[in-house]
């Protein structure tokens, strides 16, 4: 299994271009999420889902717009980038397991993308 | 004030050493918990869940206290490679599993 993965690795866009980051997971999980991480902060979520067809704003969705048309893919669009946005986004899955203190939920996350806008 | 609260640090310790590190919580409603840990520019990885009797995994122990909303994370006999940020996770029950990230300790073991 490659797990999660994310395309692009890097990106420098200019203020008011559009771009599409890309995130795929080959573990038939149901949920996926998009989160940003500025410097020495910690992670901040975007946008989620449970499921294809059903997606849902996270704690920073302004700016962006997600959908889920399979269960492998989550893409997350920013239409008219901002400086503000420029950030390192992290693509995640999750699915539920059995663990010692009952079902447990463990996200995994791809390499993340670099996003720069000047 | 901030949902998860961890102490930035850095951390300098030297190998070998014994390094504690603590994270307080705001919503009582939080069902679960998390340490997971992050290389420099790299993705975060689960380190250990956080059991409410406390959990050991090899070198690392982990502790919760639900009436204090405090968790924390012990290293012991710490190894170059234990160098990284420490994320203290919370995650209130729901469907979509959402989780609420610290912002991370930094901690580098020095030779």
């Known amino acids: 299994n490659a797990g999660v993965t994310q395309t692009p690795k890097f990106r420098i866009l200019k203020i008011g271009q559009s771009m599409t980051l890309q995130c795929t997971q080959d573990?038939?999980?149901?949920?996926m999420y998009w989160y940003r991480q500025d410097p020495g902060m910690g992670l901040k979520l975007i946008y989620y889902?449970?499921?294809?067809?059903?997606?849902d704003k996270g704690e920073v969705p302004n700016g962006y717009n997600v959908s889920r048309s399979t269960t492998e893919d989550f893409p997350l669009r920013l239409e008219l980038a901002a400086p503000s946005q420029t950030s390192v986004y992290f693509c995640?899955?999750?699915?539920?397991?059995?663990?010692?203190?009952?079902?447990?939920?463990?996200?995994?996350f791809g390499p993340g993308t670099r996003l720069t806008v000047t | 004030r901030k949902e998860v609260e961890q102490d930035p640090g850095p951390f300098n310790v030297p190998e070998g050493a014994t390094v504690a590190f603590n994270c307080t919580y705001s919503?009582?409603?939080?069902?679960?918990f998390f340490w997971y840990r992050q290389d420099c520019r790299k993705e975060p990885k689960l380190l250990m869940s956080?059991?409410?009797s406390g959990n050991e995994d090899g070198r690392f122990t982990a502790q919760l206290n639900r009436a204090s909303q405090y968790i924390s994370l012990l290293i012991r006999d710490s190894k170059l490679s234990d160098s990284a940020t420490y994320l203290c996770?919370?995650?209130?029950?729901?469907?979509?599993?959402?989780?609420?990230f610290g912002s991370g300790t930094q901690l580098t073991v020095l030779p």
């Open positions: 995640a899955s999750t699915s539920p397991h059995l663990g010692p203190a009952g079902v447990e939920y463990e996200q995994y």
């Open positions: 573990m038939n999980h149901n949920y």
């Open positions: 889902s449970v499921g294809a067809g059903i997606t």
């Open positions: 919503n009582s409603a939080s069902q679960s």
């Open positions: 956080v059991y409410s």
């Open positions: 996770v919370v995650s209130v029950s729901g469907s979509a599993r959402q989780l609420t």
